[in-house]
């Protein structure tokens, strides 16, 4: 009998959500189980962590959002990343057609039941911003099949979601070195 699949939450202003969700599909993965990792806000793959998990078959990764102009050569090596944010704001406009794209690609994976775990990466952005209202999110979750189990990370996750979660982390930043100057962005630590 496949076991009941709940739903998490990773939410907060520190570091670490994506990278936990991340942990937890590299784990389903090491048990065979399939694996729909789901990224809004992000376009670029140039994160160490994805290109390790695409190296796995049981785990699939989509990206929904406006990409880093130097992407292509920050993953060579040939640059790093330099924080200019021009991949957040432009995640950040109004007319953006990412998050409703990615949020209907999520709703036909969820409903399909075809996979074990989905993660719903920055989803509480997508949300935030008025891309796609709570209570669709809300819908969608209530109504995958039962085995499925969701996480959903990102900042601010409305209170109405982390009610319907039977599992809530929140991280928290105590200290930084990118927040206190002490370094930048490092290739394979911090993406």
């Known amino acids: 009998m496949p076991q009941q699949g709940l739903i998490q939450v990773y939410t907060g202003d520190g570091k670490g959500k994506t990278t936990a969700a991340l942990g937890l599909c590299l784990r389903a993965a090491g048990h065979g189980m399939q694996v729909e990792f789901i990224q809004f806000q992000k376009g ?96 969608t979750l209530r109504q995958r099949p039962a085995h499925v189990e969701v996480v959903l990370t990102g900042r601010r996750m409305p209170q109405e979601i982390i009610d319907e979660a039977h599992l809530v982390t929140e991280m928290t930043v105590t200290k930084h070195p990118l927040v206190d100057g002490i370094t930048s962005s490092r290739r394979g630590i911090e993406y």
């Not at 409703?100 to 952005?125: H, N, P, R």
């Open 44 to 139: 670029s793959a140039y994160m160490g962590e994805l290109f390790a998990l695409q190296r796995l078959p049981q785990i699939h990764i989509t990206q929904f959002g406006w990409g880093c102009p130097r992407s292509a050569m920050i993953r060579s090596g040939m640059a790093h990343c330099i924080q200019c944010g021009e991949c957040f704001r432009r995640n950040r406009e109004t007319d953006n057609p990412w998050p409703a794209m990615g949020f209907q690609y999520a709703e036909q994976v969820l409903q399909a039941g075809k996979v074990d775990l989905v993660v719903l990466d920055e989803v509480s952005y997508i949300m935030s911003r008025g891309y796609v209202p709570v209570e669709k999110v809300l819908d």
